[in-house]
């Protein structure tokens, strides 16, 4: 037309022409779905990739070793010396917090055998200070969350259920990831969790084939009320 007012419709119709030459009208689908899929894949990728983080071991420390002031091995004491639970840990039975051994009870049998060994160095130190050991907690839960030792074994709940055989540990390590679920399904079933009383502290205890119909009984012996164990306020106070 008149001043070439019709060349840009021309060479849009060119286009046009060129672009259905290169490219199957299938593209025009394929390009909506990438447009959509690729930010709702992103969305769904990086939820599902943040949640598995949280179930990690990096994140949770599971099965890692925490540097001590002093190597303690509980292979060593529980298993080779055939030590109880409770003679280091003198809060379990009737505290919330089982309670960290001073180092007079290190010193109980350390003042006369392997005394003058390097590794005891720190714990001869705390002594003679009157300086209490520095231990790094393996298991730490978050402020905000409530947990009494005591209320557990009294209800049938084993040290080695949460603490794992501590007896095959030269150092110790974390075997459970305290996340909440972890928490809950005990909380839900503890029946599949709960031992008789001269079980608890057992560090080498399994559950055996019937554990269930064992379970069931003891619920009843030690007066659990499994309708109020998931409750928030059992932990959350």
Known sequence: ????????????????AAVAQLFHPAMNTIARVLIVGVPLF?????????????????????????????PFSHEHHVKGLGID??????????????GLPPTKTCMTCH??????????????ESWAEDKPLQWVRVYDLPDYVYFDHSIHVNKGIGCSTCHGDVGEMPLMRRV???????????????????????????????????QLAIGEKLL????????????????HR
């Open 42 to 70: 992103s969305l769904i990728g990086g939820v599902a990739l943040g949640y598995g983080c949280n179930w990690s071991d990096w994140v949770t420390y599971k099965d890692e070793y925490r540097q001590q002031v002093v």
């Open 1 to 16: 037309g008149p001043g070439g007012r019709t060349q840009p419709a021309f060479v849009g119709i060119l286009w046009e």
């Open 176 to 210: 459970v990831n305290l996340q909440m679920r972890w928490c809950i399904d005990c909380h839900r079933n503890p029946e599949k969790h709960l031992r008789p009383e001269n079980e608890i502290f057992d560090p080498t205890w399994h559950e055996p084939p019937n």
């Open 111 to 124: 003042s006369q055998m392997w005394f003058h060994s390097p590794m005891l160095e720190p714990v001869r």
């Open 85 to 98: 639970c409770r003679y280091c840990h003198t809060g379990v039975e009737d505290s919330a917090f089982a």
């Open 220 to 235: 009843v012996q030690y007066h659990i009320q499994k309708d109020q164990m998931t409750n928030c306020s059992v932990c």
